[in-house]
Structures are given as C-alpha cells and as structure tokens.
C-alpha cells in the first residue's frame, strides 16, 4: 500500500501536469502538510527544482543563480529587483554597498538579517549591466519567489525598489505614491520602500526610507503583541 507521502506526491504531480496555477488549503490541512518537513527542507526542494535554471536568458550571462537566505521561520520577508555583480559573483543576495545599507536599515529596528528576516529577489540571476529585468524574465522566474513565499509564509513582505513592489502589487503607479503605507499581496501585509542602491545615490530620500522602517517596526510589534 503506498504510504502517505507517495500519494500526495502522485496527486501534486498530477496538479503540476494539469498546470494548475494556484490551490487553496483550509488551515487544517496547511499545518499538517506544515508538520511533513521543515520549512528548511521546502525552500531545499524549491531550489533544487530550481536546478540549473535556463528558463530565460538571464542564464547565459550569469556567474551564480541568487536564490536567497536567511531564516526559513522569519515573519518578514524583504524582497529585491534582481542579483548585482557582487550577489552574481557570490550567490548571495544583497552583499554589496547596497547590502551593507541594508544591513545598517536593518539594524536600526533592531532586526538582524540572517536572524529576523529572510532576504530574495523578483529574479535570480543578474540582468547584463544591472539593467532592469524585462517582463518575460519576471514571468519565467516570478513562479519560484511565489513558491517561496508559498513556504515562509511571513506576516510582512517589504519590497524594496519599484520593480519589487510593481510585480508584486500588479501596478505602475510610482512607488514614491505607494510607499509609506501597508498594502495587501494575498493576505500578507506588504510594505513598500525605496531599494537601499537608490537610497546610496539619493541619500535625501533616506528620510522617508526610515519613516517606512519604522512602519515596518510598528507592524511587527503589533503582528508580535497579537
Ligand atoms: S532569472 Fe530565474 S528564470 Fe531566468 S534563468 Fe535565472 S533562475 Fe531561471
């Protein structure tokens, strides 16, 4: 008899083969399907699935697909444009000059990155010359940041830079309109602010970014206190 596991494999490939997009789980089933493995082991999968991604031709230009990290149970995810040329040498999101700034933001609300958050990117793989990524390479990666958002499961997403959050909440409107207030992506509260390489050549704009940290710090505490 085919254990429990096997089964909801077989019927997972059968949704995947139907290219069903999207299926809804009452709680009950999201916690026991939760308690199978860890969330660990789930963004292990996705990555591996991932594998040596060719989906689009952001791949024949790249050293080092950019995955993300930090910890898989944070509540708040922080979600970038794309790999620059340090992430793309290194593998590693945010470990430039724009990083450290983020490192800096971070710990200014008493957040440290490998510990309260987990740090990702719209797309992958550094776009030639760190233009802006263009929609068909959004579209064939986009699937992967849904899958692990999927598995973290934050209560906050901050999306930093217009890309980000235009992606995510479906608009062009400026992010200077759509930043300093909470909006909603599928139930998440997502909270928009200014990419910290934009902040580096805008550092009047810091200003406002730290209003926005500070939005951030009050919607976890309150997120906590409940
Ligand atoms: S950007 Fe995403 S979809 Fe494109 S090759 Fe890289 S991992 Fe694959």
Redesign the pocket.
């Known amino acids: 008899m085919p254990n429990l596991l096997d089964e909801l494999k077989g019927h997972l490939e059968i949704v995947s083969l139907l290219n069903i997009k999207e299926v809804y789980l009452d709680d009950k089933t999201k916690k026991f399907l939760e308690g199978l493995c860890s969330k660990k082991e789930r963004l292990e999968e996705i990555r591996r699935r ?1 594998g040596n ?4 031709k ?2 024949q230009t ?1 050293h080092h ?1 950019v995955f993300g990290e930090g910890n898989p149970n944070a509540i708040l995810v922080l979600v970038g444009e794309a790999p620059g040329r340090e992430e793309d040498l290194q593998g590693r999101p945010f470990v430039g000059a724009a990083g450290k700034l983020l490192d800096k933001m971070l710990s200014a609300i008493d957040l440290d990155r490998y510990k309260d958050a987990y740090i990702c990117n719209i ?3 550094r776009p030639p010359g760190n233009r802006n990524p263009q929609p068909d ?1 959004i579209e ?2 986009l699937p ?1 940041l849904k899958a692990q958002l999927a598995v973290i499961c934050p209560k906050v997403i901050c999306t930093l830079g217009s890309i980000a959050t235009h992606t995510l909440l479906n608009t062009n409107v400026p992010i200077s309109r759509l930043r300093g207030r909470i909006h909603d992506w599928q139930g998440i509260k997502l909270i928009p602010t200014f990419h910290p390489a934009y902040l580096l050549r805008n550092p009047g704009q810091k200003r406002l970014a730290w209003e926005d940290l500070k939005l951030i710090k009050k919607t976890l505490q309150e997120l906590n206190s409940t």
């Open positions: 991932l991604c060719k989906r689009c952001l791949h790249r697909i797309i992958k793989c390479e064939a990666c992967f």
